[in-house]
């Protein structure tokens, strides 16, 4: 039998890290929308690690509350690293798509279901990287259910980020985005049967508060940090007009 762990701490706290990851994610999109060359480039790479990362963040603390009656939950530490590089990847090839390709409803739509697809990915092959004294299988209906939702909520992100605009906007979605995220966390959750089997054999693995604890706060500390260095960078708009600014002193110059 599964349990939660913490209470409502977990969930919350979740909830929270994957807004934040896409609230940023958000804003360096629409830096990256206002670029080109490498500036674009850089801007769509922090939109993905931000968004990945936040994901990817949000799926380990809500494992921090999960338990099983009866066994021990450890961690592959490889299949979970693992696990964080294949959420940005996936990710980067959708803000990328929406970064380059030249229709957009083609970019939303392709890479919607790529990020989708591998951001549910990332959530079963954390869930791959468990180990417990138990058999773990998943109800088939109920993680297509999760895959579906995470197409959903990618494709909404990747629409998001070409038509929201300004910070109250961007909140909104970002507190929309952190619920789809969740709902298909949970979701996937929803799916886990376990058959625990008695054994005084140690479980393999690293414990959440070992490995999983340690790289979660780094990985917060890091996206509240971005999201400071976003903040404080020149909108997009004071981008443009600088560029008109020096246009113009330009050619008053040529005219002289």
Known sequence: MTELG???????????????????????????????????????????MAIGTGIWTMHFIAMLGFG????????????TVLSLFVAIVVVGIG????GYLSSRTVA??????????????????GMAAMRLSGDVSYDPVVVALSVMIAIAAATAALWATLTIRGPVAAVGASLVMGVAVSAMH????????????????ATPGATPMQFIFPLTVVLGSYLFLTSAFVALSARPSQITDEVEKSSERAGSRLAL
């Open 6 to 48: 913490f209470g409502w701490i977990t969930p919350v706290l979740s909830y929270v890290m994957a807004c934040v990851g896409s609230a940023l994610g958000l804003r360096c999109m629409v830096r990256a929308l206002a670029a080109d060359g490498r500036s674009r480039r850089g801007w769509l790479i922090n939109g993905a």
């Open 108 to 125: 939303v739509l392709l890479g919607g279901l790529v990020s989708g697809i591998g951001v549910a990915a990332m959530h079963y092959l």
């Open 68 to 79: 099983v009656t009866g066994t021990e939950v450890r961690y592959d530490v490889t299949l």
């Open 95 to 98: 803000v990328f798509a929406v």
């Open 186 to 201: 949970y979701t996937g959750m929803a799916a886990v049967e376990v058959d625990v089997h008695a054994t005084h054999a």
